[in-house]
């Protein structure tokens, strides 16, 4: 079964700083995807990121961007710019290509941002 | 907002009772699915339906069930409650069943305290 680490409960940084939030997953797929989902305090679970695992192109969204370690198994986010809205829980998931399309999670990381 | 729509938003009730959580999916989505999201068990996948049909099984108690209906709204009941069973409760929604770019979209949950 595939499994997602995140080893950094809670994490924090300066405004205006960059942060990297780390995770890891187990499978023996040579296709699928990953994920990093934000969970402000409102508990809507938002999509931040996405990559494809067949793409060896780094994923970007504005201040977000992935580091894909395919052989690895490590797929972190990085945060540029932190801005205080960028408070929240953050969710490394991943995703099979095909059958069931649930997400497997990670535990999560709580992602402080000091002024 | 996502799009995705989850009735009640919060519910308290004792132990031994049976509630009903109710989801609309974004227009035109054919796939709902739902998470749990507790304490000791973070996000969790339940099941999935697809255009009325169960299409994927993850941790769900026989206690619990779910059925899409024809207009594709989904409920989940969860019945014999116990306190170990509060917790968010969210539903997610997407296009089609699986597939490169299935994004699933996440309503704000259904927050069940069991007492």
């Known amino acids: 079964a595939q499994t997602v680490t995140q080893s950094q409960p809670e994490m924090s940084v300066q405004e205006a700083e960059t942060v990297t939030l780390s995770c890891t997953y187990d499978?023996?797929?040579?296709?699928?995807?990953l994920f990093w989902y934000k969970q402000p305090p409102s508990r809507q679970m938002i999509l931040v990121i996405r990559?494809?695992?067949?793409?060896?192109q780094n994923a970007t969204e504005n201040r977000f961007s992935v580091n894909f370690q395919k052989a690895a198994k490590s797929f972190s986010l990085k945060i540029s710019d932190s801005q205080l809205g960028d408070a929240a829980m953050y969710f490394c998931?991943?995703?099979?290509?095909?059958?069931?399309?649930?997400?497997?999670f990670g535990q999560g990381t709580r992602l402080t941002i000091n002024p | 907002d996502s799009g995705v729509t989850q009735t009640p938003k919060h519910l308290i009730t004792a132990t031994g009772q049976r509630v009903t959580l109710r989801c609309s999916p974004r227009s035109g989505d054919l796939s709902v699915y739902w998470y749990q999201q507790s304490l000791d068990q973070g996000l969790q996948f339940l099941i999935q339906?697809?255009?009325?049909?169960?299409?994927a099984k993850g941790n769900i108690l026989e206690r619990f069930s779910a059925q899409q209906f024809p207009d594709l709204h989904s409920e989940l009941n969860l019945s014999s409650l116990e306190l170990g069973d509060s917790a968010l409760y969210f539903c997610?929604?997407?296009?089609?069943?699986?597939?490169?770019?299935?994004?699933?979209?996440f309503g704000q949950g259904t927050r069940l305290t069991v007492v």
């Open positions: 998931a991943y995703r099979a290509p095909q059958g069931a399309q649930k997400l497997v």
């Open positions: 997610a929604s997407s296009v089609g069943a699986g597939g490169l770019n299935t994004e699933a979209f």
């Open positions: 339906y697809y255009n009325g049909e169960e299409r």
């Open positions: 499978t023996s797929e040579s296709d699928y995807y």
């Open positions: 990559q494809e695992a067949y793409k060896q």
